[in-house]
Nanobody, 118 residues
Framework: QVQLVESGGGLVQPGGSLRLSCAAS????????MGWYRQAPGKERELVAT???????TSTSSVKGRFTISRDNAKNTVYLQMNSLKPEDTAVYYC????????????WGQGTQVTVSS
């Protein structure tokens, strides 16, 4: 089993920045990809960005050029650097991880609230 714990959320003004962290513990050797989802009130959960163990990344179009996903394999931690935040980025952000050969997201964190408001 793998446990994921997010941190770094909070309230920020439009145009500001936040960095989310997600620390994995447990059977971390089994993890390949990690990622971030978000869910805004009344909306479906949306995939924001992903990163594999060797550093290949993807991100949704609405955050390209503003958000950067990175990973420290030695610390079993994934980060989401969020710059130029907009009110529409307000959501609960969830960390997720997939095991090798899984084909799905196997593990989830509890979520951290990000609110962008003046």
């Amino acid at each position: 089993q793998v446990q994921l714990v997010e941190s770094g959320g909070g309230l920020v003004q439009p145009g500001g920045s936040l960095r989310l962290s997600c620390a994995a513990s447990g059977s971390t050797f089994s993890i390949n990809a990690m990622g971030w989802y978000r869910q805004a009130p009344g909306k479906e959960r949306e995939l924001v960005a992903t990163i594999t163990k060797n550093g290949a990344t993807t991100s949704t179009s609405s955050v390209k050029g503003r958000f950067t996903i990175s990973r420290d394999n030695a610390k079993n931690t994934v980060y989401l650097q969020m710059n130029s935040l907009k009110p529409e980025d307000t959501a609960v952000y969830y960390c997720t991880a997939a095991a090798y050969h899984s084909g799905r997201w196997d593990y989830w964190g509890q979520g951290t609230q990000v609110t962008v408001s003046s």
